[in-house]
């Protein structure tokens, strides 16, 4: 009888906690980030071996909080050279989880193939009691390594749960059930190493090809009461190229601030109106009507990376608000 050959599964270290060292292992959060290499990563879960012909190399050793624009097409770049690698089944990429969801989202927008691509991550470090990078990762070429997984852009596995990388996003600062996908819910499942979808998959926006160069500057602003026009002329006088207005509540804007980003829009200034509350819908309303571009279900993160790849193409607030309208 011959064996089924294992997939292939190629892993992309960013870093992270998942690579994190501390002193000891009670501490969790004193911890040196991506102090671990990947070796070590894949020697701590030797389970791998039985579900998939595992390789692996460093992209990056960071603390995501440090996560730059660079580093994010440098990782797009390396992942679609994987994509194309014929020997390679599926990929996963381990990656701190403070910036997690926005290099999920800048690969789904920027990489197109049908091949899984996995993002994990972990809330402890390497070295930590109860460490749940090593179940993370198991999870996660578990679902690499899935059929059912294939055609369905970027997904992020944690903690036991499948989320697609535009509704994905870290709700807590410590527990390990960070992330949630708030408005459409995870979508599928990791039990015991089985792979579990709820959904067929949703339509993925494959939009851009991976920017060659420096992308536009854009800035989040913050709502909240008593709000002065301050930060919004530092940015017009600052000729960034948009603003994204977490607003309170579905994006609503005070009466202190309007006038500011309505000078602001004509000085050409792109304006997207985002939430501050983590969930829901922010849509076109009456009060706000075009130019000013409403984000959908877009956390601001995921709107600003969505504003700069838009402004690349030289696109209208109409056009603009079109491809919103998908979130
Ligand atoms: N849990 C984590 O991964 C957060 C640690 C670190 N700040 C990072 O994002 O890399």
Do not use: W
């Not at 691509?117 to 999870?139: E, H, K, Q, Y």
């Not at 602003?221 to 017009?236: F, M, Q, T």
């Amino acid at each position: 009888m011959t064996k089924e050959r294992l997939p292939h599964i190629h892993i992309l270290a960013m870093g992270g906690t998942i690579a994190g060292r501390a002193a000891n292992a009670a501490e969790t959060v004193g911890y040196r980030a991506g102090a671990i290499g990947i070796n070590e990563l894949l020697e701590a879960v030797p389970q791998l071996t039985d579900i998939a012909e595992v390789t692996g190399e460093t992209v990056a050793s960071i603390d995501s909080k440090d996560m730059t624009e660079a580093l994010m097409i440098k990782l797009a770049r390396r992942t679609e050279e994987c994509l194309l690698d014929d020997s390679i089944d599926g990929i996963v990429i381990t990656h701190g989880t403070d910036t997690l969801e926005e290099s999920a989202f800048f690969l789904s927008l920027t990489l197109s193939s049908a091949k899984p691509v996995i993002f994990t991550g972990a809330m402890r470090p390497a070295t930590a009691l109860s460490a749940d990078g090593p179940l993370n990762l198991l999870d996660a070429v578990h679902t690499a390594s899935s059929p059912d997984a294939k055609n369905r852009g970027i997904l992020v596995v944690m903690n036991g749960t499948i989320h697609d990388a535009s509704d994905v996003t870290k709700r807590h600062t410590s527990r390990v059930d960070t992330f949630q996908s708030p408005n459409r819910g995870a979508i599928g499942a990791v039990t015991g190493g089985h792979v579990h979808f709820f959904y067929t998959a949703a339509p993925v926006h494959n939009l851009f090809p991976i920017p060659s160069g420096p992308l536009p500057e854009v800035e989040i602003l913050y709502g909240h009461e008593n709000e002065s026009r301050i930060l919004v002329d530092a940015l017009i006088n600052s000729k960034v190229s948009g603003i994204i207005y977490a607003g309170t509540g579905m994006g609503s804007i005070s009466e202190t601030v309007l006038p500011a980003l309505r000078e602001a829009q004509e000085q050409g200034i792109a304006v997207v109106r985002a939430s501050r509350t983590g969930s829901g819908a922010v849509i076109p309303t009456s009060d706000y009507p075009l130019p000013f571009i409403s984000a959908g279900t877009l956390v601001p993160q995921k709107s600003r990376i969505l504003l700069q790849l838009l402004l690349v193409k030289k696109m209208n607030p109409s056009e603009i608000q079109h491809v919103f309208n998908l979130y």
